[in-house]
């Protein structure tokens, strides 16, 4: 089966090797490389060969590729850095911050009082919105 692909999208021409990337790793459906531009030293990215734009648009397979993959380069980049944690961030829709339309997941080796983190304005889940939620999301599924 062939590749979905988008001749304007900076990470399909990647993979077809139009722009060159620092690779890591190559599997049959996906391809692992440094981000250019690194939130930490060892700052890698993980995607799918095949041009999708969201998580949830991703055949089951490729998306278990993606997080084999993301394993194994993430414990390597702790290794080779001497990283003491690593966040994997993967962002769906300009909202969440993507910009890259090409689903990519971020692997970012953490430092002790390195400055990066989210924003965690924690709420607190109100029980009759619980009982909607769990109604409305269980209900999307089927
Ligand atoms: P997003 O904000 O979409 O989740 O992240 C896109 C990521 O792709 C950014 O961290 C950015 O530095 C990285 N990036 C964008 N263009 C290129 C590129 O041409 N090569 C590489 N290696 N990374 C890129
Ligand atoms: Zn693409």
Not at 25 to 48: K, N, Q, W, Y
Not at 122 to 141: N, P, S, Y
Request: glycine share 10%.
């Amino acid at each position: 089966m062939t590749n979905p692909t988008d001749a304007n999208c900076i990470f399909c021409k990647i993979v077809a090797g139009l722009i060159p990337c620092h690779k890591l790793l190559e599997t049959a459906d996906t391809l692992s490389f440094l981000d250019v531009g690194p939130l930490s030293r060892g700052h890698a990215l993980v995607i799918p060969k095949g041009h999708w734009v969201t998580l949830d648009q991703m055949p089951d397979q490729v998306v278990a590729q993606c997080a084999t993959v993301a394993r194994q380069v993430g414990a390597a980049i702790i290794k080779a850095t001497g990283a003491s944690g690593w966040n994997l961030l993967q962002n769906n829709g300009a909202t969440a911050g993507q910009v890259v339309m090409h689903v990519h997941f971020h692997i970012i080796p953490r430092a002790e009082g390195d400055g990066l983190g989210f924003r965690w304005p924690a709420g607190k889940l109100a029980a009759e919105d619980a009982g909607e939620l769990v109604r409305a999301i269980t209900g999307a599924m089927r």
